[in-house]
């Protein structure tokens, strides 16, 4: 098949800049791909690069669009170099020709909490507007100071609900070592990336040392590099943003046939490339686990947004083809 390829540039404000590893993020910008098929059939993706993440830059990702011609084959657009995991996924959404499916399935959402005594101010909310499954970023502050926080969370959580520490590969082994033994026996769903990917002996150390459940997050950022997890023997679970992995058949495919214990996160893209995601995760049943898209409104603009994501995700939070308006909103 050959297909009529164009890209668009997009750049959106954040709402509420996020505090990141490497400073603060004020704007998300990436581009939207189009590919229109021999048939006259319309697909639209999303490449939404976090380069800090470990992920191409939008430079090189621009570079890969434009040298793109116009016209373009499965064969070329197939042969994109694994390390693109962004451009990959857009070029697998632009291609997908299944009919959207309206599926039944719900999954629950993690509501995202603040660092520090912050996160303490905003658990109360999230709690009253129903959310049972929280995320508190750690390794931030002293250890002493947030495993104080840490108690305090834990006092207030009710009997049935869960929450994920994510360290975003911050801690030192010593610490990683303190706040796992901490861990133990309480009501902590998985502590996320507790020490950087270049770690790998003391990730696979610290999981098989401590009772509490390890997930891998900037470990994992490629499918490839997940697959290579679990082909080490990795007993956690793998946090996966879809957006930056690859083709989202891939992904999909992968924890059908390994049973991967997935939870699918944002990488903070649009409605486009979410809705994409959603759809696929709801539609098979690829996690139980909760959905880290507790993103919402984040562009502060409907159109960009999508719907509203509550503490339940189901067919509602999909946007039904959202391609055509947003590639329209750049020209
Ligand atoms: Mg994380």
């Known amino acids: 098949m050959s297909y009529r390829f164009s890209h668009r540039i997009y750049r959106l404000p ?31 993706g999303e490449i939404a690069p976090i380069p800090w993440f470990g992920t191409e830059t939008m430079i ?3 570079e890969i669009c434009r040298k793109f011609s116009d016209m373009v084959s ?18 697998g959404q632009a291609r997908e020709r299944r009919p959207a499916n309206a599926s039944a399935n719900r999954l629950p959402v993690a509501a995202l909490l603040p660092s520090g005594k912050d996160g303490l101010r905003v658990f109360p909310e999230k709690l009253e507007a129903g959310f049972l499954a929280f995320k508190w970023k750690v ?18 959580l009710p009997a049935h609900a869960k929450l994920r520490l994510d360290a975003n590969g911050a801690w030192s082994r010593r ?14 769903e998985f502590v ?3 020490v950087a990917p270049t770690e790998e002996d003391t990730l696979l150390g610290l999981a098989n040392d401590y009772p509490v459940t390890l997930a891998l997050d900037e470990s994992v950022v490629h499918l490839s590099e997940a697959r290579r997890w679990q082909a080490m023997g990795w007993p956690g679970v793998f946090v996966i943003k879809p957006a930056l992995a690859g083709p989202l058949n891939e992904v999909c495919d992968w924890i059908v046939k ?3 214990d997935v939870v699918f996160s944002s990488a903070i893209e649009s409605a486009l490339g979410r809705s994409a995601i959603l759809q696929a995760v709801l539609a098979q049943s690829l996690t139980r686990r909760a959905l880290g898209f507790g993103v919402a409104g984040i562009f502060g603009d409907r159109k ?16 039904f083809n959202p391609g055509e308006d947003l590639w329209n909103a750049l020209n």
């Open 304 to 319: 960009w947004d999508g719907p509203f994501i509550g503490p339940l995700a189901d067919a509602s939070c999909v946007a």
């Open 175 to 188: 610490e990683a070592g303190r706040w796992l033994a901490r861990c133990a026996d309480r009501p902590i």
């Open 74 to 91: 499965d064969d070329i657009l197939d042969n994109t170099p694994e390390r693109f995991g962004c451009v990959r996924f857009a070029l």
């Open 60 to 62: 090189e990702a621009e």
């Open 258 to 260: 390994t049973k991967a």
């Open 192 to 194: 996320e990336q507790p």
């Open 14 to 44: 954040l709402q509420t800049p996020l505090r990141t590893a490497h400073g603060w993020w004020a704007e998300r910008e990436g581009i939207l791909v189009r590919l229109e098929d021999e048939s006259g059939s319309v697909g639209y």
């Open 139 to 156: 390794g931030v502050g002293a250890v002493d100071d947030e495993l104080g926080v840490l108690d305090d969370l834990l006092a207030q």
